[in-house]
DNA sequence: CTCAGAATGATAATCGTTGTCAACTCGGTG
DNA sequence: CACCGAGTTGACAACGATTATCATTCTGAG
């Protein structure tokens, strides 16, 4: 059978998207991410953005999550499940692993009689380079 | 003293929103609850109903979470500290406390120098009735 | 080189949410 | 009880993020 791929045909646009996104560290919104391509004189269609950026989360190359108004962040993340604390000051992103919260989730739901069960867990805080230096000029 | 008392002036429409909410077991968006203080008979304009789902958010008397499109959900929760199962086909909720969980994430917000942590926990499944039940036509 | 189909990009459309502002209500006062 | 000031309401406009549309362009294969 055909490989898994569902991946598109490969163009210049979705490389330059993926590009920047391997740049960044943190997360960042699609229409940020197209802003930083037209800086860099790319030149790439917003509606083209939130396409690659779909069909990258839909392959799984990348991370989404939601910021508290509802706005979608995407970031290039190692392969495999995890989990992501972040500086709500600096924006800075870690990566956590945490096979015993994967562990507790599946035995919750199990007892309730749910399958086919998936989970989000984000984590939020001040990192400790913005805690001490929060009144930095 | 003052009561840390936030709360606006008790209101009749503030009362429907805060009553439709306890009828309903599952997360429900400003809209459908729009609809259903319509269908009630209750005359409460769609931005008085945000209003009343911000203010009540605020006070900690309602959760919110945000659906993968981006649409944000409440539901009248029990106080305090505690997470959601939900069913992705029937949209029932548990809810559901993990000290383990609570205790993980502090440890590992601790370990990267973060302070001052929160973290957002869902965990989505499909719920024993509509996994049998999911073959109907 | 040529073709068919997929991808792009400018724009319009959609949807949820928030802002605006005149009219209204509440609760207390004289 | 009538009045007052401030907080609320509601209809509608405004807004921002995302998605759909569709003619044009580009890719890879033959």
Not at 62 to 84: N, S
Not at 111 to 127: A, K, N, P, R, S
């Amino acid at each position: 059978m055909t490989t898994g791929r569902a991946s598109r045909r490969p163009t210049r646009q979705q490389q330059a998207v993926a590009d920047i996104l391997g740049q960044s560290a943190d997360f960042a919104s699609a229409q940020a991410l197209h802003g930083r391509l037209r800086e860099a004189g790319e030149t790439v269609g917003l509606a083209t953005v939130y396409r690659a950026l779909q069909a990258m989360a839909d392959a799984g190359q990348v991370d989404v999550l939601r910021t508290d108004d509802g706005e979608a962040v995407y970031r290039a993340c190692e392969p495999g499940h995890h989990h992501h604390l972040v500086c709500r000051t600096c924006g800075r992103t870690v990566e956590v692993e945490g096979p015993a919260v994967e562990t507790w989730t599946d035995r919750v739901a199990a007892e309730h009689g749910f399958i086919d069960v998936t989970h989000t867990l984000e984590i939020f805080g001040t990192c400790a380079d913005c805690a001490r230096g929060a009144s930095a000029s």
